[in-house]
DNA sequence: TCAAAAACAGTAATGATTACTATTTCTGAA
DNA sequence: TTCAGAAATAGTAATCATTACTGTTTTTGA
């Protein structure tokens, strides 16, 4: 018996599927409370992490030191706004390829290389219309 | 009169000069201790921004939670070990154009990307031949 | 030499995340 | 259906990296 159901977890996963912002633990945890008033967030946190785990949600790291959450699990890369600090969906294939290259230009490296994470900056649109005014 | 001269900032540079395993701010902040025994933590952060701000050093993130320091500014990519969690130089070049591919294979973002952030995760040579045993 | 700006040491505060514990919920077998 | 043990929960405390604060010391240009 490794795995129980558990309502607060299909309800996290809920939500994090109509999403497509990528949302911290505690932006999940305050959208939740609303259809269950006293969830705790370590729950949040413990949900999201073991989603991660088993690989139905992906966990992204993106440097502003505060863990965001993706239900979308399909390979694809993200731009984070240096100014507003959203994280946006890119479409670009094309880069599948870049662990492969690595591994052949590092032909003296003894480790082996698995994966790689990448995500891009910048200001997104948004932002820049701001800066217009 | 923006910035003075600071012996212990000198010494923090110089320590991470000496290094090519990309320290934390803690570890930093023990081996400099050695040749400055009172120094503080905080001073040893408020530098490592300070010069990560200039230019003159780099900060590292990669995933773990905790941010590295690398004196060497140069373009290049880290290999980061699941298992010990050391983080090495990686030699290889071919990628400086993944910013560029992304941008043109996105003709719908409207943002502005600037640059982006990789690291390659896997399991260093070290540990490879540990698990061996 | 000296005064203002900058930096410091030491400590407190912050903020995200994890750990702990007593209670509640699941679930498979009787 | 019942029920016992495992898993999960709510609520709270603890952790850990980093930043903020404050009174003192250093640096530097006039």
């Known amino acids: 018996m490794a795995l129980k159901y558990s309502r607060q977890r299909q309800v996290i996963k809920d939500f994090l599927m109509t999403r497509k912002d990528h949302p911290t633990a505690d932006v999940v945890y305050m ?15 413990r949900n999201l992490s073991l989603l991660a785990d088993l690989g139905e949600i992906k966990r992204l790291r993106v440097g502003d030191g505060v863990d965001h959450f ?16 959203s994280v ?3 479409m670009s294939d094309g880069l599948e390829r870049i662990t492969e290259t690595v591994e052949a230009a590092n032909t003296g490296f003894d480790g082996e290389i698995i994966g790689h994470v990448t995500y ?14």
């Open 31 to 45: 959208n939740v409370r609303h259809e269950y008033p006293n969830i705790s967030l370590g729950t949040v946190y």
């Open 70 to 85: 993706d239900a979308d699990t399909s390979d694809h890369y993200h731009f984070v706004c240096t100014e507003c600090g």
């Open 88 to 90: 946006i969906d890119l």
């Open 120 to 133: 891009f900056y910048g200001v997104c649109g948004d932002c820049r219309k701001k800066t217009l005014s």
